[in-house]
C-alpha cells in the first residue's frame, strides 16, 4: 500500500512537471498566439481521441443537454489558453504564471454563484492577499506597461479557467475526465480554424517540435495524469502539489530562457501560493 502511494504521489508530481512546461513553451514558440493554441488543442485532442480509444471510453455526449454547458467550457478553456500565452509573452514566465496561478482563490471567491453555498470570509481575506500579490508583481501601475497587461491578462485568464472548471464541474460525475477533455480540445480547435488563414504561419515547420511537446506532454499526458490522481487523491492535496507549477515554471525559465525573477517576483509570488496553499489546506480540514 506504501508503495502504491508512493507510486501516486510521484505520478502527480510528474503531472505537475509535464503542465509546468506550458510557461517555458508558451513564451518560447515564435509563432501567434492563437495559432499556438490551435495546435495545442488539435494536437492534444488527437493524442487524447486516441488514448479513449484504447481505453474504450465513451466519447459520446450523455444527453443533448449537456452540449451547451460543454460548449460554453470548451470557449472559456480557448480564452484561457490564449490569453495565459499572451500573458507569458507579454511579461515573463514568472509573472504570466503567477497572475493565471490566482485562479484557486477566484474559484472559491465564484463559487456560490454557482452553487448554493456561502461566501466565507475567509475568502475575502485570501482575495486581498492576492491583490496584494498582484500589486507587488507590478513594477508600475502604468497601462502603456507591457508587464502590467501580462498581469491582468494573466488575472484575466485565471478567470476564465476558474469559471470555466465551476460550469465543468456538474460533469465529472457523468464523463470520464480524459473524455471532457478531448471534446473541450475539439471545440478549441475548431473554433480557431478561421485563424489558420488570416495569421501567418510559415515559421510553424520550424516550430513543430515544440508545438508537438506542448500538444503531447504539457496538455494531453499532463492534464490526464493530473485528472488520474484525483482518483487516488482529494482535490486539496492535487491542488496543494499543484501548486508548485510557477516554482518549476520559473526553474525552467531560468535555465531555458534565462530569465532571472526580481525580488518583486518573489515576494508577489509567495502571497499568492501562500493563498493557494490556504485555501487548500483549509477546505480539506472543512
Not at 35 to 47: D, G
Not at 108 to 134: C, D, Q, R, S, Y
Not at 218 to 235: C, D, N, P, Q
Request: net charge positive.
Amino acid at each position: 500500500m506504501k508503495n502504491q502511494h508512493t507510486n501516486h504521489l510521484l505520478l502527480l508530481g510528474l503531472a505537475t512537471l509535464f503542465i509546468s512546461t506550458s510557461g517555458v513553451l508558451g513564451r518560447y514558440i515564435n509563432l501567434p498566439t492563437p495559432i499556438i493554441i490551435w495546435f495545442r488543442s488539435a494536437l492534444a485532442a488527437f493524442f487524447l481521441f486516441l488514448f479513449c480509444k484504447y481505453k474504450k471510453l465513451n466519447i459520446k455526449l450523455q444527453s443533448k443537454k449537456d452540449a451547451p454547458t460543454i460548449i460554453i467550457g470548451g470557449i472559456l478553456l480557448g480564452a484561457h489558453w490564449i490569453t495565459y500565452f499572451l500573458a507569458l509573452k507579454l511579461s515573463s514566465v514568472a509573472v504570466g504564471m503567477l497572475s493565471m496561478f490566482t485562479f484557486p482563490v477566484i474559484t472559491a471567491l465564484l463559487e456560490p454563484l454557482f452553487t448554493k453555498t456561502k461566501l466565507n470570509p475567509i475568502h475575502i481575506l485570501l482575495g486581498f492577499m492576492v491583490l496584494l500579490g498582484i500589486y507587488v508583481l507590478a513594477p508600475e501601475i502604468n497601462f502603456q506597461s507591457t508587464y502590467l497587461k501580462g498581469i491582468l491578462l494573466g488575472v484575466f485568464s485565471a478567470c476564465c479557467y476558474a469559471l470555466r472548471n465551476l460550469i465543468l464541474k456538474r460533469h465529472v460525475t457523468t464523463y470520464d475526465g480524459t473524455v471532457l477533455m478531448m471534446q473541450q480540445c475539439i471545440i478549441v480547435s475548431v473554433l480557431l480554424i478561421p485563424v489558420l488563414f488570416n495569421l501567418d504561419i510559415t515559421a510553424t515547420k520550424t516550430q513543430l517540435p515544440y508545438l508537438l511537446i506542448l500538444g503531447l506532454v504539457t496538455t494531453a499526458l499532463g492534464h490526464s495524469l493530473f485528472i488520474s490522481s484525483l482518483k487516488h487523491f482529494s482535490v486539496s492535496t492535487a491542488s496543494i502539489i499543484g501548486s508548485a507549477q510557477p516554482v518549476f515554471g520559473i526553474i525552467m525559465a531560468y535555465f531555458f530562457l534565462n530569465e532571472i525573477p526580481t525580488s518583486n517576483t518573489y515576494i508577489g509570488g509567495a502571497l499568492i501560493l501562500t493563498t493557494v496553499i490556504i485555501e487548500s489546506i483549509r477546505s480539506k480540514k472543512a
